[in-house]
């Protein structure tokens, strides 16, 4: 049965992957909720902000991944109308069509201010020598937010947590590392959060297609880098996601 999937923000990077991805696969009927026309795709064209102006590309969908969000300044002010705003239309507009999955893009910022601290900092700025012992992993369930941006996606978390519990929809997390266009880390900071085109898909597409009965969840997505200080068991153990992909391979 092909499963119809609505991508907001197709246009980015990771959406731009993940259509590729589904597309060479096959087996997903395709569309997308963006600000521009996604050339070979059925576009809705408009801003997440207008919850009426996006209600329409949600009819007849399975599961929406909502991709889009602001990534410039750490303003909150800036910040608030695609993340905030933005983030509680699309789970609404997907509830009142009667969409039952929404995957949710979250980021590695929900934690991102564990770099504060011992290893986490330390390994961050790539002084692994001064790392000893084995590194105490961030898991799911912790939350340190690093800057305005961060926080927004811990309150997108929340959201999406009351809106499984209250309508009894499937609204899984994906704590998103980083992922870059040319497919390598830019810097020594992205040796351990580096994220690569093939293992980002991947966990979005076994977020797509994971058993109905998982109705809320949250997983770390990192690459299986050397240095790496979040948990990819849940994961694993979850989804079935097996990181294809290593920092250090590059």
């Known amino acids: 049965m092909v499963k119809r999937i609505l991508i907001t923000g197709m246009s980015g990077l990771i959406g731009g992957l993940l259509k590729d991805h589904l597309i060479s696969i096959g087996g997903y009927q395709l569309s997308a909720l963006n600000r521009s026309f996604v050339e070979g795709i059925s576009t809705h064209s408009a801003d997440i902000a207008e919850l009426d102006q996006i209600r329409p590309a949600f009819e007849n969908i399975d599961v929406v991944v909502h991709l889009a969000a602001y990534l410039g300044s750490d303003s909150f002010e800036e910040q608030l109308p695609a993340n905030i705003i933005g983030t509680y239309n699309v789970f609404e507009a997907a509830r009142s069509a009667g969409v039952k999955r929404v995957v949710y893009a979250s980021s590695g910022s929900t934690v991102r201010g564990v770099e504060h601290i011992y290893p986490y900092g330390e390994i961050a700025q790539g002084n692994y020598q ?19 941006y961060g926080a927004t996606k811990v309150w997108g978390e929340a959201l999406a947590r009351h809106f499984s519990d209250a309508y009894d929809m499937s609204m899984l997390c994906v704590r998103i590392g980083s992922v870059t266009k040319d497919n390598i880390p830019s810097d020594t900071r992205q040796k351990s959060i580096y994220l690569s085109h093939e ?5 979005l597409r076994l977020s797509i297609d994971a058993p109905s009965e998982l109705k809320y969840d949250v997983f770390l997505a990192t690459s299986n880098n050397r240095w790496s ?4 068991e849940h994961p694993r153990k979850v989804l079935g996601y097996e990181p294809l992909s290593s920092a250090e391979d590059l």
């Open 199 to 203: 293992d980002v898909c991947q966990i």
């Open 229 to 232: 200080y979040r948990d990819l």
């Open 130 to 148: 001064n790392v000893k012992g084995p590194i105490p992993l961030i898991t799911h369930q912790d939350i340190r937010p690093g800057g305005v």
